[in-house]
Nanobody, 125 residues
Framework: QVQLVESGGGLVQAGGSLRLSCAAS????????VGWFRQALGKEREFVAA????????HYADSMKGRFTISRDNAKNTVYLEMISLKPEDTAVYYC??????????????????WGQGTQVTVSS
């Protein structure tokens, strides 16, 4: 198992930007793919972005392409989600997730076994 802690959420106006961080424990974190998901109040959890263990492969949900960028710094055991041009509909709790058996990513919640506690992002109009 790997422990994940998200940070960087907050309140931002529409059009603004935020950078979320996902800090992980464990020496083998650099062998795991990491995904970001989000869940808005009253809605199902949805896929945002994922990055492979090397950082060489990334993929995004269609609605996030061009606005969100996922990256990782394996030396710091941290994955980032840079978000720009934020919209009120981006308001949600954002979670990062990883799994020791997953090196390449995925868009399903079931692709990941370890989850952080989430960080709230609120975008005001």
């Amino acid at each position: 198992q790997v422990q994940l802690v998200e940070s960087g959420g907050g309140l931002v106006q529409a059009g603004g930007s935020l950078r979320l961080s996902c800090a992980a424990s464990g020496r083998t974190f650099n062998r795991y793919a990491v995904g970001w998901f989000r869940q808005a109040l009253g809605k199902e959890r949805e896929f945002v972005a994922a990055i492979s263990w090397t950082g060489g492969s990334t993929h995004y949900a269609d609605s996030m392409k061009g606005r969100f960028t996922i990256s990782r710094d394996n030396a710091k055991n941290t994955v980032y989600l840079e978000m720009i041009s934020l919209k009120p509909e981006d308001t949600a709790v954002y979670y990062c997730a990883a799994d020791p058996s997953n090196r390449y990513g995925g868009s399903r919640s079931t692709d990941y076994g370890s989850w952080g506690q989430g960080t709230q992002v609120t975008v005001s109009s």
